[in-house]
C-alpha cells in the first residue's frame, strides 16, 4: 500500500526515520511507547537498533510493531533523512 513503510532507521534518543511508499518522510518518537508491554524491551539501545521492516510495519525481532497508520499520525514529517540517522551505528550507541 502507499503508506507501508520502505525506510526505517534508528535515531539517537529512541526516535527513528521513516519514510513510506509514497515518498512520507518523518522522525517517529518513540519514548512515549517505552513504559508500556513489550515496548518495554526497547529500552536496551542495541535491541532498539535492530528495528526493521515486516509487511510494510516498523518491527523489531521480538514481534513489537508500530503500525504505519500510527507512524504517520504521530510522526513529525522531514524533507530528508537526517544526517545523524546515517550516522548511527552500534558503538555510539553504546556510549549513550
Known sequence: MYWD?????????YRIF???????RG???????????VFRELRDTH????VGILFGAVTW???QDIAPETL?????PVESMPN??????????ARR
Not at 545523524?84 to 550507541?93: M, N
Open 5 to 13: 513503510v520502505k525506510t526505517v532507521k534508528p535515531l539517537p534518543d
Open 18 to 24: 521513516v519514510e513510506t511508499e509514497d515518498g512520507r
Open 27 to 37: 522522525i517517529f518518537d518513540v519514548k512515549p511507547y517505552l513504559d508500556h508491554g
Open 47 to 50: 535491541y532498539f537498533n535492530q
Open 61 to 63: 525481532p521480538h514481534a
Open 72 to 76: 504517520l499520525t504521530e510522526m513529525i
Open 84 to 93: 545523524e540517522a546515517i550516522q548511527t551505528d552500534a558503538p555510539q550507541a
